[in-house]
């Protein structure tokens, strides 16, 4: 079953935008992560936060989590048009048959 | 080099007809996976192997049979092809089976006619 939902489906900016993207998530997780995806491509790994941190940043990126509202965000500051992508959440929950849940991701426009 | 790599890139053929979708990783990790996203973006697990050994196999129908060789291959053989299964399915490692940054390879774009 589905876990994580990102909120907007999709976000057009413009380039020097802050762009800011939630995920909400049902059960409780063990850490959670975040991925771009251009367009035709594959998935690729931006940052991962583990259920007793509440703040990561990196780069341009600031990920939040609040475990007791189930949901994370995603800012990407200083936007610029390689930013255009989807973004998705993903959770585990840990355990022995460790496996990734994705969001439906948010598709992101960064406008020159 | 590249670190996850699919083969073919684009895959279009009849309904019923089999097909294999070939995944290899040269990063030395023990877990592959195989996701399917379908045409809504949404990207689900199918199978995950570590170490050539299946560990999930997420309801997906007998048409679908992972082979694992060695631990740096993981391919995908579909019989019996249904339209249902156009999709794209992506191939990923990651160094273990807990949690660790899964590396994807860059889709396979299957069409069945």
């Known amino acids: 079953s589905q876990q994580g939902e990102e909120d907007p489906q999709a976000l057009s900016i413009q380039e020097g935008e802050n762009a800011t993207m939630n995920c909400s998530y049902k059960?409780?997780?063990?850490?959670l992560q975040w991925y771009r995806q251009n367009s035709g491509r594959g998935l690729v790994h931006l940052i991962l936060?583990?259920?007793?941190?509440r703040e990561k940043h990196s780069g341009r990126l600031r990920v939040t989590l609040d475990t007791s509202k189930k949901s994370s965000s995603l800012l990407i500051t200083a936007s610029r048009a390689a930013d255009t992508a989807s973004y998705f959440c993903?959770?585990?929950?840990?355990?022995?048959?460790?496996?990734?849940?994705f969001g439906k991701g948010t598709l992101l426009t960064v406008n020159p | 080099d590249t670190a996850v790599s699919q083969t073919p890139k684009y895959l279009v053929t009849q309904m019923g007809n089999d097909k294999s979708i070939k995944c290899e990783q040269n990063?030395?990790?023990?877990?592959m996976y195989w996701y399917k996203q379908d045409s809504k973006k949404f990207l689900k697990i199918m199978f995950s192997?570590?170490?050539?050994?299946?560990?999930i196999n997420e309801t997906v129908p007998n048409r679908f049979s992972p082979k694992s060789p060695d631990k740096a291959h993981l391919n995908l053989h579909i019989n019996s092809l249904e339209l249902g299964d156009s999709a794209v399915y992506f191939c990923?490692?990651?160094?273990?089976?807990?949690?660790?940054?899964?590396?994807f390879g860059p889709g396979t774009r299957l069409t069945v006619l």
């Open positions: 990923a490692s990651s160094q273990t089976g807990s949690t660790d940054t899964q590396y």
């Open positions: 059960t409780s997780i063990n850490n």
């Open positions: 936060i583990r259920s007793n941190e």
């Open positions: 993903a959770t585990d929950s840990g355990g022995s048959n460790y496996k990734l849940t």
């Open positions: 990063l030395g990790h023990d877990t």
């Open positions: 192997y570590n170490n050539k050994e299946l560990i």
